[in-house]
Nanobody, 128 residues
Framework: QVQLVESGGGLVQAGDSLRLSCEAS????????MGWFRQAPGKEREFVAA????????YYADSVKGRFTISRDNAKNTVALQLNSLKPEDTGLYYC?????????????????????WGQGTQVTVSS
């Protein structure tokens, strides 16, 4: 069982930046595809970004492309999400997720049901 712990959320103003981090408790971190999802109040959880096992391939939701950057450090069992040019619509609970689904070092997926392991989330609030 993989445990995921997110950190780095907070209350910021529009245009500010935040860096979210997720630490995984597993000795086989490099075998997991990692993703970030978010859920705003009253809305369904949505995909934000994903990164392949090797870190060589990334995929973003259109709404965050060019503003957010996902990265991972397999030696430290961490995945990060850099959030720049934040907007009020970026407000939500941000979740880190891990999956063994798929094959190959460059596979990524945005499908939430393919992720078997989830963290508790970290809150990001962007004021206008």
């Amino acid at each position: 069982q993989v445990q995921l712990v997110e950190s780095g959320g907070g209350l910021v103003q529009a245009g500010d930046s935040l860096r979210l981090s997720c630490e995984a408790s597993t000795r086989t971190f490099s075998t997991y595809v990692m993703g970030w999802f978010r859920q705003a109040p009253g809305k369904e959880r949505e995909f934000v970004a994903a990164i392949s096992r090797s870190g060589g391939n990334t995929y973003y939701a259109d709404s965050v492309k060019g503003r957010f950057t996902i990265s991972r450090d397999n030696a430290k069992n961490t995945v990060a999400l850099q959030l720049n040019s934040l907007k009020p619509e970026d407000t939500g609970l941000y979740y880190c997720a891990a999956t063994l689904y798929g094959s190959g070092s460059n596979f990524v997926t945005s499908v939430s049901t393919r992720y078997a392991h989830w963290g508790q989330g970290t809150q990001v609030t962007v004021s206008s």
